[in-house]
């Protein structure tokens, strides 16, 4: 049962919208740090297919992550319009390659409408729900899914 149908009040979100593959998403915006011009990656060997490279922000070497691969659309290919979110997921800073940032808002919990089940425990991790506005619909999505965990021992098979 949903917060709504015991008629408690949903709290706000504050959610940052981007673009990517011509689409509009949004994700809260507490995860945020920074939005950044695009810039140069570096490869890196046996990545992910999503993860574009990395980048120095500040002294860190920060994966940048093509987040419209991620979510299962084409791989995007960056140009000097892109943009990247630096996000912090579970305490990794992370950057996300967009097409472009458009605004923060204030959204109502119940405005939120939860995503239809599918057969698809990607969607389920990654979209938390749909924003109607007007004729089209913003994509929210969870970043906690978006960047995989790496284990204590694959950390320390990376320090050898």
């Given at each position: ?133 007007g004729e089209s619909m913003v994509t929210v999505i969870s970043l ?6 790496i284990s204590p021992e694959a950390l320390e098979a990376l320090a050898?």
């Amino acid at each position: 049962m949903s917060d709504t149908s015991l008629g408690l009040a949903q709290p706000n979100r504050e959610l940052i919208s981007f673009r990517i593959t011509g689409q509009d998403f949004c994700t809260d915006v507490r995860q945020v740090r920074e939005i950044r011009g695009w810039t140069a990656v570096t490869a890196m060997p046996h990545a992910p297919p999503f993860v574009v490279g990395v980048i120095n922000l500040r002294g860190t070497v920060m994966p940048v992550v093509d987040i419209g691969a991620r979510l299962g659309f084409a791989a995007s290919v960056p140009t000097e319009h892109h943009v990247i979110i630096v996000v912090n997921v579970k305490g990794q800073w992370t950057g996300l390659m967009v097409e472009d940032v458009s605004e923060t808002s204030t959204v109502a919990g119940d405005q939120i409408h939860p995503a239809p089940n599918v057969a698809s425990r990607q969607t389920r991790d990654f979209v938390e729900g749909y924003i109607i506005r007007g004729e089209s619909m913003v994509t929210v999505i969870s970043l906690d899914h978006m960047i995989p965990e790496i284990s204590p021992e694959a950390l320390e098979a990376l320090a050898l």
